[in-house]
């Protein structure tokens, strides 16, 4: 389906989409990985086409697409497995690092809206970051940003968010964001698994390089 025809037909649905059926949208389009195909608009059209709630268009919509990226991070956590040994060696360092600062680099990928954020949420779930607190830093960044965008949409009416949405959904622009997006991703994945994080992290944060650390943190739990 093209991108035009996915948001006429949420805007046809109008008051019969609902707050499940911005779940479910919302939570499929967080589900395509590199493919940068904007949930943000379909906030706006449920706005403008329903008499829902814009808080909880908000709180939908965060719902949905936390759930969805909470199955691409369970899917590199588990993918972890596949990774040889000497590999993640390498990168226990970073491992460490991420388990440390993880929540926080959570959150800011959940509340910036500029892609790839997919890349953030491989990586975490490589490094074995804790499933909960990706979850509540996921769904506490993307609401805010989903609040921002709903009332910012309230007050500039529907001729102003028209513009934007004109602009963010056009075709060409979505498909040079996805071949630069999977660049960057399988160029970043290469480097991680590639990298000796101990010689590149241990400057800075040398803790990262105590093998201990995993036990003492192990053990504060």
Sequence with gaps: MAIG???DLVFSMGDNLGYPGIVL???LI???VFVPIPYIPI???ALFSSRLDPNLIALSSAIGVTLGRSVIFFASYRGRALIDNS????MAPLQRLLAKYGSLVSFVAAVTP???DDIVIILLGIAKFNLLKFILTTFGGKLIINLAVVWAAVLWGLPMVQQVLNQTTDPVHLLILAVVSLII??????LVIKLDWGTIIGKWFPWTLN?????EKSNAL
């Design 5 to 7: 025809n996915l948001y």
């Design 25 to 27: 949208i919302t939570f």
């Design 30 to 32: 967080s589900l395509l």
């Design 43 to 45: 906030l706006i059209l």
């Design 87 to 90: 590999t993640l060696k390498r």
């Design 114 to 116: 500029i892609p790839p």
């Design 185 to 190: 991703a399988v160029a970043t994945v290469y």
């Design 211 to 215: 093998n201990d650390y995993d036990k």
